[in-house]
């Protein structure tokens, strides 16, 4: 049974104007890495809000583990299905305060050795328990929430340019820790990115959208050595035609 299918998914902005997302259909079989490439405004960032619930669609449906999206709680689904977003959101209070309400929620035990080695596995690890979440960084904001959501033990990790404020350095830090999360829990992670480096290093799998469709649905490997398409054919030559070591923004 598939990991998650997204069946038909569409949403305009308003009545009159062109579909922002038009009969976006995809299956995910397995636990994956996919990566959202697309140009500005293409609708990216509300496919993700879409397959968190945290927006409707106008119409398809979303199918997790086999059952459809009106079938489970908004509760259950948070549960299965975490998110994080591009301006992450801090819980008022303490880091500690942020870290600790999954497992106050869940009336779970708080494992703080298990919570010290994930903020050290994405460069936190200098970070004050004690400081209010509110005066992080935007970066520290970004891991803190990461962590926050890992927490949750989520099936599914939906990713807003979750590495859009961080160095370099941290950057690879979280991607490590991307592939760890999938590779020893065996989740999937759907990230929405515009560093084409990070999708073609990491990813599985590629959906690229434009003008509301899901024009490629690949693996990296296939969509760099003969894309489909214009689109996919100029985001592989800003791919090569700069170093490796440029973060690459795709446009
Ligand atoms: N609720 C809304 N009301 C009005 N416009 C919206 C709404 N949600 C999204 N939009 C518009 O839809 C378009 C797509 O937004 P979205 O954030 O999904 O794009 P994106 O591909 O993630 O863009 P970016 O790469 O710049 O983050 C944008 O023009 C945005 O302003």
């Known amino acids: 049974m598939a990991v998650l299918y997204v069946d038909q998914l569409s949403k305009s902005i308003s009545s009159n104007t062109l579909k922002l997302l038009s009969n976006v259909t995809t299956s995910i079989e397995k636990p ?24 409707s669609p106008d119409s398809g449906h979303i199918y ?15 549960m299965k299905v975490g998110y994080v977003g591009q301006q992450p959101v801090m819980l008022p209070g303490t880091v500690e305060d942020n870290l600790r309400i999954v497992s106050r929620l869940h009336r779970s035990t708080f494992n703080s050795m298990y919570v010290k080695q994930l903020l050290s596995d994405v460069g936190l ?101 003969s894309p489909e398409t214009d689109l996919s054919k100029s985001l592989m030559q800003q791919s090569f035609s700069k170093s490796s070591n440029q973060i690459e923004v795709f446009v």
């Open 64 to 78: 997790l583990h086999g059952k459809m999206e009106k079938d489970w709680s908004p509760s259950e689904w948070r």
């Open 125 to 225: 690890s200098y970070l004050d328990w004690n400081k209010q979440a509110s005066l992080l960084s935007g970066g520290e904001k970004q891991r803190l929430a990461l962590i926050r959501t890992i927490l949750l033990n989520p099936d599914i990790l939906l990713l807003d340019e979750v590495t859009s404020s961080l160095d370099i350095h941290s950057t690879q830090l979280v991607e490590e820790f991307i592939k760890s999360c999938h590779y020893e829990k065996e989740m999937t992670i759907i990230s929405v990115t515009h560093n084409v480096k990070q999708a073609q290093n990491i990813g599985q799998r590629i959906w690229l959208l434009s003008e509301g469709r899901l024009i490629e649905d690949t693996d990296p490997q296939s969509l760099f050595k």
């Open 32 to 55: 994956a890495i996919i990566f959202i490439l697309g140009a500005s405004g293409q609708g990216k960032s509300t496919l993700l809000r879409i397959l968190g619930r945290l927006e």
